[in-house]
Nanobody, 126 residues
C-alpha cells in the first residue's frame, strides 16, 4: 500500500557530487522520520542520515559536512545531497521511512508501519 522509490544513483568520479531522491507513495497521512542507509559489498547496512518531520537531522559521524539530508513533508520526499564523494562511498543506498501512517484500503483501517525502498547504486570511481 506504501512504496518508496529511490532515484539519482549512478557513476561519479572521486570529488564529484550526486543527489539522491526518494518518494513515498500511497494514502499517506504522515511520516515520522525518513532516512538513508547504505550497504557496501561484504559489509552491513549502515546509517547515512535521518530527518524527522520537524527536520531534526542525524548523520553518521564520518559523513558530516559532506552529505546533507532534506525532506518535503507535503510531497513525502527525502533527498540526500552528496558532495566530495570518495571511492569508499560506493554502495547501494536505501531510503527508509519510519512511522508511516497511511490508510490501508484492504483492511479499511489506518496503519502505522516502517518501509524500505529497493535501493539505488552509487559508484564512485575514476
Amino acid at each position: 500500500q506504501v512504496q518508496l522509490v529511490e532515484s539519482g544513483g549512478g557513476l561519479v568520479q572521486p570529488g564529484g557530487s550526486l543527489r539522491l531522491s526518494c518518494a513515498a507513495s500511497g494514502s499517506i497521512f504522515s511520516i515520522a522520520a525518513m532516512g538513508w542507509y547504505r550497504q557496501a559489498p561484504g559489509k552491513q547496512r549502515e546509517l547515512v542520515a535521518t530527518i524527522t518531520r520537524d527536520r531534526s537531522t542525524n548523520y553518521a559521524d564520518s559523513l558530516k559536512g559532506r552529505f546533507t539530508i532534506s525532506r518535503n513533508n507535503t510531497e513525502n520526499t527525502v533527498s540526500l545531497q552528496m558532495n566530495s564523494l570518495k571511492p569508499e562511498d560506493t554502495a547501494v543506498y536505501y531510503c527508509k521511512a519510519d512511522g508511516v501512517r497511511y490508510f490501508d484500503y484492504n483492511r479499511d483501517y489506518v496503519m502505522t508501519e516502517n518501509y524500505w525502498g529497493r535501493g539505488t547504486q552509487v559508484t564512485v570511481s575514476s
